[in-house]
Antibody, heavy 121, light 107 residues
Framework: QVQLQESGPGLVKPSETLSLTCAVSGGSISSDYWWSWVRQFPGEGLEWIGEFFHTGTPNYNPSLKSRVTVSVDRAKNQFSLNLTSVTAADTAVYYC??????????????WGKGTTVTVSS | DIQMTQSPSSLSASVGDRVTITCRASQNINNYVNWYQQKPGKAPKLLIFAASTLQSGVPSRFSGSGFGTDFTLTINSLPPEDFATYYCQQSYMTPYTFGQGTKVEIK
């Protein structure tokens, strides 16, 4: 059974880069799934950040596109999120998730436990 | 972006009640709607995809319906473990967007 685990610093200073990693266990990151990042703000709203397929170009939320990069490390079976020039508005719980398609319908069926990131000096 | 609006934002219910949550999309999204359940301190859990298809392992007391812009999630005979927050999400186009959530509390 596939499991996802986020890791990274819990505190990032304003204007710096937020870097998180999602380790995939119980399955290969090169299988036919989409790998996503989703964040949840303190007020509990959820925001989709972006996703990628291991052989394709990532899709990013246009609201973050200028600041976000998702990359994959196949050797380590993990993927990463980099978010540049962070502000307090980027304070959130960050989740990685597995996305899949069934008959053209996309959904996220496996989620990591989430990691809290606070942006503060 | 497609806006997803849930109602109510919160509701109080008793064990054994039937609960209905609605979600409205800002444009036609056919049946590209997913529903998630989230408990405090936990990640969202997929309940339903494609508006009405139950995810494997999810109890049959959960059901979803709707097409176009209006969707509903129904929980029959609410057990104690279903007091949680529920989110709809559209997968019609990126960026995927979520509703603001409906918190189901114990009356």
């Amino acid at each position: 059974q596939v499991q996802l685990q986020e890791s990274g610093p819990g505190l990032v200073k304003p204007s710096e880069t937020l870097s998180l990693t999602c380790a995939v266990s119980g399955g290969s990151i090169s299988s036919d799934y989409w790998w996503s990042w989703v964040r949840q703000f303190p007020g509990e709203g959820l925001e989709w950040i972006g996703e990628f397929f291991h052989t394709g170009t990532p899709n990013y939320n246009p609201s973050l596109k200028s600041r976000v990069t998702v990359s994959v490390d196949r050797a380590k079976n993990q993927f990463s999120l980099n978010l540049t020039s962070v502000t307090a508005a980027d304070t959130a719980v960050y989740y990685c998730a597995r996305g899949r398609y069934k008959d053209f319908f996309h959904y996220m069926d496996v989620w990591g436990k989430g990691t809290t990131v606070t942006v503060s000096s | 972006d497609i806006q997803m609006t849930q109602s109510p934002s919160s509701l109080s219910a008793s064990v054994g009640d039937r609960v209905t949550i609605t979600c409205r999309a800002s444009q036609n999204i056919n049946n590209y709607v997913n529903w998630y359940q989230q408990k405090p301190g936990k990640a969202p859990k997929l309940l339903i995809f494609a508006a009405s298809t139950l995810q494997s392992g999810v109890p049959s007391r959960f059901s979803g319906s709707g097409f176009g812009t209006d969707f509903t999630l129904t929980i029959n005979s609410l057990p104690p473990e279903d007091f949680a927050t529920y989110y709809c999400q559209q997968s019609y186009m990126t960026p995927y967007t979520f509703g603001q959530g409906t918190k189901v509390e114990i009356k």
